[in-house]
């Protein structure tokens, strides 16, 4: 009698063992299909800065996991290196200058780089003195060294767009150090070479906190408005890949969306687990001077009187010879499509 009441129970046992490896078997599936159905997005952002307060709203608020996007986000340090990165499928789409796309296309590159979706419509550098200067004007520069950008960048081209537009010749009146590596101009600067250096933030703020220099002018005031920074991808990627492109284009809105609405504190405080070295006080002052200059759009929308324009800086600086098409380097769609 014991055995039988025994083998019953093993029985039973066995029975309530399977079926709960069954359930626990489902539920296994289901947490792997979510996962399984998010789309897999390799960004390359060609600096990781306050500037683009919108992406990182989207990354910490959630809006590509709404829109199906498992996103790996990938610092290139430099434009070049971001491009590299997209041309040779490292990365899925690109976040640089557009300045970028306009050289490879140029250079004949069969499997181009199209613009998608515009982020900033004014430059985010300052320029930063070694002494605090109350009426700043541009011809102080005159005789002086300062510590800029990679030639043909955004950056750079920016900085002598301005000094042409003040009368000064960026060859002849000043000596513009471009020997440094991007990223690595702020601790040059605090070592004591150039008398002056154009610092993207936090960068610029460090320096400021440290006592080793102060912000005097804002490249992002002083071009005006300029589309320093778009996403972009290979136009094979465009063409197998449209919904992960709208999809990517409805959360970067929702980003846009979300600081056209908050305040500078709002953001600072949504972006801050993307800079937590910096303290919740000193980002909001960050995002304040982005904030008040009207650097971001309010869509994504890359317009061609903007894309005249920065072929217009490119050539007057020296570095396009020949105009690229508007429309064979930007589509408008999925930002149109975003915004409505």
Request: hydrophobic fraction near 40%.
């Amino acid at each position: 009698m014991k055995k039988k009441l025994l083998k019953k129970f093993v029985c039973l046992s066995l029975c309530v063992a399977l079926i709960a490896g069954i359930v626990i078997g489902c539920g296994a599936k289901d947490e792997n299909s979510a996962t399984n159905g998010m789309t897999k997005v390799t960004l390359n952002e060609v600096a990781h800065s306050c500037f683009y307060a919108p992406m990182y709203v989207a990354i910490e608020e959630g809006y590509f996991e709404e829109e199906g996007i498992d996103l790996t986000l990938v610092t290139g340090f430099g434009a070049d290196k971001t491009m590299t990165a997209v041309l040779t499928d490292e990365a899925d789409i690109g976040f640089m200058g557009c300045e970028s796309t306009i050289y490879t296309y140029a250079g004949g590159t069969q499997d181009y780089v199209v613009n998608f979706a515009q982020l900033t419509q004014r430059a985010g550098n300052f320029l930063v003195a070694r002494e605090p200067i109350e009426n700043f004007s541009w011809d102080m520069l005159k005789g002086n060294t300062v510590l800029g950008g990679r030639a043909g960048g955004m950056p750079e081209m920016v900085f002598e767009f301005i000094l042409m537009k003040n009368g000064i010749d960026p060859k002849t009146d000043l000596t513009i150090d471009q020997s440094i590596d991007f990223g690595s101009t702020a601790a040059a600067f605090s070592g004591g070479q150039g008398d002056f250096t154009i610092e993207f933030e936090p960068h610029a703020t460090s320096l400021e906190a440290k006592g080793d220099g102060y912000v005097v002018a804002s490249l992002g005031k002083d071009s005006g408005y300029v589309p320093y920074t778009s996403f972009s991808a290979k136009q094979s990627y465009i063409e197998a890949h449209p919904d992960t492109i709208q999809s990517f284009t409805n959360a970067l809105q929702k980003g846009m969306d979300f600081v056209a609405s908050h305040t500078p504190e709002e953001i600072a405080k949504a972006i801050q687990p993307q800079f937590s070295e910096t303290d919740l006080e000193t980002l909001t002052t960050i995002i304040s001077r982005y904030y008040e200059q009207d650097t971001w759009k309010t869509n994504l929308i890359f317009e061609e009187e903007s894309f005249t324009l920065l072929q217009n800086i490119l050539e007057e600086g020296g570095e396009l010879k020949q105009r690229v098409p508007y429309a064979d380097l930007v589509t408008t769609k999925f930002a149109e499509e975003a915004a409505k």
